[in-house]
């Protein structure tokens, strides 16, 4: 842990307070301390601890030789049900190839096959796009950028709740519940503290593939502060949700089973949605399908609709699976379920905030000073989130936003 030995207090301000350490709180953290701001990050558990760490998927760029980010663009709009902020998806688009290479110079090895960086299509896209590193390419990243981020001089607030923040004279006042550091002033404020999900869902008394940690408070307060929000109410379900085993109830199995080969079907056996269709159009077939008396009820009483992974190995040769999927196959070995020989149960999770707070296309919401990166802001998914394109999202408007948030204060500084 490492607290700040200057700029607590209400005298001498930050230049950047991060809020919020996942892909986004980090990416701006390590962007603005690079442009020369002094920047602290608060986090209210270890520094990485996030919904990043736990994606695994893989991230989103056109990279590919078959792609352009004009594509890339043109998937991501329609997939967000055309509501998405052009200004706002052009630039995660066409930022996502320099996004690729900032990370892997931050040390993530994004996985290869002779030599060439493996590129595989996804749900929703038109174009082999998605890029990974490993299986689980979310923490991957975190490592990453937390050797960036300690590699820096920025100091760092963990196991540090933020209670509250108004705007205050030159800045912003954040308060938190370190009894050391009550009070924080800054020159301008990063809120990097995602879309709040788990809290949601536990209000709801439902599922969520979220971190425990990730709470809305710091979004209703920036709203309850007046910053304009858009599409809030819009909650993405992840489609394959595990049902049975209990003990994985609610892991999310990686969108990539499904690129691989592994189908849905119905109690009869029959697929009924093409596996590789936006997020929303999946979960949607499998609740309808369910909801239609054509579904099957797991040990536990539970709804759910068969995931068949038996069939990636019948598509791609045998010990595919175990190879490509090692993590997945492994997680379900020790609940006591072979997944190259058995089908798995699942049923769609809350997964992701696709609104959030409004940007523009430096990051800086409504509010003087104040920026948002991740997924506590919105505009940039619609309605409905491309996979992959989160974590691409972090890091993009990470960097956005650190980027003008340091500009910003020193700017402000030098006419002090």
Known sequence: MTRPDGGAGTTTPWDVVVVGSGGAGMSAAITAADAGASVLVVTKSALG?????????????????EDTPDTHFRDTFAAGHDRGEPSLVRRLTEDGPG????????????TEDDGELRIIRCGGASR???????ERTGAEMVKALRA???????????????VGFEPAADGWLVRTDDPEHREIQTRTLLLAAGGGLRGEADRLGVGSTNHPDATPEVLETAVALGAEAVHLDSWQRHPTGSVWPEA?????L???TRSYGATLLDRDGNRFVDELAPRDVVANAIIETVAAGQGVTAPNGRDAVWLDTTAIDRVNGSGFTAERLAYVTNRYRKAGVDITREKVMVFPVLHYRNGGLRIDDHARTTLSGLFAAGE?????????RLMGNSLLD?????????QAAAETAINQRRTM
């Open 394 to 402: 972090t890091v993009v408007f990470g960097r956005v936003a650190g």
């Open 128 to 134: 082999p796009r998605l890029l990974q590193a490993g």
């Open 376 to 384: 506590i802001a919105g505009g940039v998914h619609g309605t409905n």
């Open 254 to 256: 990686p969108e990539t």
């Open 248 to 252: 994985l109830a609610g892991y999310a």
């Open 49 to 65: 601890a996030s919904n990043t760490g736990r994606a695994q998927g893989g991230i989103q760029a056109a990279v590919g030789p």
């Open 99 to 110: 996004a690729i290479r900032w990370l892997a110079g931050l040390g993530v090895p994004f």
């Open 148 to 162: 960036g981020v300690r590699a820096r001089i920025i100091s760092i607030m963990e196991t540090t709740r933020v």
